[in-house]
């Protein structure tokens, strides 16, 4: 069993910034397209941002510009840095791992998950 953990939610103002953390063992950080997905109540979860083997990244458009998503490789650290947050981005947010292959996007398409980490922007 692929163990992700997910660190550095909270609750913050409207144009205020977070950054999330996932660590993951180290041969799926080294092998692994990873990816960030989030989950409002009553909604589907939705891709955020993904990261493959060669740093290539690719965001959703409710993000882009605001989001970005990197790698430390010496901590086998996943991270999400999110600027100019909007009470919109209230969610939980998870760490995904091991692209099936299809719609990046798509819960479906990912194999490993984290349990997630609250984030809630207040107006």
């Known amino acids: 069993q692929v163990r992700l953990v997910e660190s550095g939610g909270g609750s913050v103002q409207a144009g205020g910034s977070l950054r999330l953390s996932c660590e993951a063992p180290?041969?799926?950080?080294?092998?692994?397209?990873m990816a960030w997905f989030r989950q409002a109540p009553g909604k589907e979860r939705e891709g955020v941002a993904a990261?493959?083997?060669?740093?290539?990244?690719s965001y959703a458009d409710s993000v882009a510009g605001r989001f970005t998503t990197s790698k430390d490789n010496a901590k086998n650290t996943l991270y999400l840095q999110m600027n100019t947050l909007k009470p919109e981005d209230t969610a939980m947010y998870y760490c995904?791992?091991?692209?099936?292959?299809?719609?990046?996007?798509?819960?479906?398409?990912?194999?490993?998950w984290g349990q997630g980490t609250q984030v809630t922007v207040s107006s």
């Open positions: 990261v493959d083997g060669n740093g290539y990244t």
């Open positions: 180290g041969y799926v950080y080294s092998m692994y397209t």
């Open positions: 995904a791992a091991d692209w099936r292959g299809g719609t990046w996007s798509t819960r479906g398409a990912w194999i490993y």
